[in-house]
């Protein structure tokens, strides 16, 4: 009776004792149930990651440049051409004032005869130009001819008191100056009949370039004067020539950049996380030519950037994807 009832004690410790484990686990199985339910809801409420990178697709629109006269002047030394290519810095031409210079007017005299002296022996190859030269000629020893008749009718005259002494020294002017047309133009026609060798042409023309690169010199070094290509590009207009007067802001030529661009972006939606200033990555449809670019400007959904290392060769009008790194905000 006694070995009975000690068995039932332990037989109810023993479930007492499962009773309680079984509790603490299930408690434990709560606790991580509920821990596990919180790292789900705070993963669920977690914000996601925003992309460090915005891609938008653009285009190339070509930067025209207007130069202007900084003051009112004198174009010199315009030599350029409607669609010829010139880099950044280079001179384009020079702008004097109104007050003659000396010095400027000596090379331009030196330039003037020897492009003279080059078109004189670049036309004297032709029968054209002799044939004008000769018949120059004739026309200058008919005017001697009557300046001489002239002369000696005034010379009878005068001997005779029938005119003026004013009247025979214009007689006389007027033959010593016929004569002078003469030897000019006899000079001229022995010019235009001789045939110039290659080599003769070249070193004339050797001249010409030496003279204009003095002359160009010249004019640049007035103070003030100078005015640069703001760009490396080509010259699309021109609308002065040289010599003429200009005022202060007035336009004189313009230019198109090769190196320098915009890029204009549509996008359906205006993206909050852009802004003026912000750097940008551009890269050319088909081509791992990658060059910088800046947010110049957002209105509205367009952005315009701007870049000043656009390869020479890229067209106006490529199509371009921009790509916008976005800066981390600190915490």
């Known amino acids: ?33 509920l821990l596990v339910c919180l790292i789900l809801t705070a993963a669920c409420g977690k914000p996601k990651a925003a992309d460090k990178n915005i891609r938008l697709q653009g285009r190339t629109e070509a930067v025209l440049y207007t130069v202007k006269a900084p003051v009112d002047g004198e174009i010199r030394g315009l030599i350029l051409e409607t669609g010829e290519r010139i880099r950044k810095g280079q001179p384009l031409f020079g702008l004097g004032t109104q007050d ?7 090379a331009a005299t030196e330039l003037a005869k020897a492009q003279a002296r080059l078109n004189n022996a670049s036309q004297g190859n032709s029968d054209a130009s002799r044939a004008s030269a000769a ?39 007027n033959l ?28 004339l023309e ?41 005022k202060k802001e007035q336009p004189v030529m313009q230019i ?22 912000a750097e940008a990555t551009v ?16 209105e509205q959904n367009t952005v315009t950037l701007f870049s000043s290392q656009k390869p020479e060769d890229l067209p106006e009008g490529t199509a371009v994807e921009v790509t916008i790194a976005l800066k981390e905000n600190p915490a």
């Open 176 to 203: 010593e100056s016929a004569r002078a047309s003469l030897a000019a133009a006899q000079a001229r026609y022995d010019q235009v009949s001789r045939a110039y060798t290659p080599e003769e042409l070249a070193a």
């Open 283 to 298: 890269t050319a449809a088909g081509s791992k030519k990658d060059f910088p670019a800046v947010i110049r400007k957002i």
């Open 135 to 173: 018949s120059a000629v004739q026309s200058a020893r008919s005017e001697v001819q009557n300046a001489e008749q002239n002369y000696n009718k005034m010379k009878r005259l005068y001997d005779v008191g029938g005119i003026s002494r004013n009247r025979l020294q214009q007689a006389q002017l």
């Open 1 to 33: 009776m006694l070995g009975k009832q000690k068995l039932q004690e332990i037989v109810n410790y023993k479930i007492l004792q499962i009773t309680k484990y079984r509790r603490a686990l299930m408690k434990k199985l709560c606790m991580l149930m």
């Open 256 to 277: 198109i950049s090769a190196t320098d661009c915009t890029i204009l972006v549509h996008a359906k939606t205006a993206d909050h996380r852009l802004a003026e200033g």
């Open 206 to 246: 050797q001249q010409v370039q030496k003279q204009r690169a003095a002359y160009d010199a010249t004019i640049l070094t007035v103070e003030g004067s100078e005015i640069v290509s703001p760009s490396t590009g080509t010259v699309r207009q021109i609308w002065v020539k040289n010599g003429e007067a200009v």
């Open 100 to 106: 003659e210079n000396p010095e400027v007017e000596k």
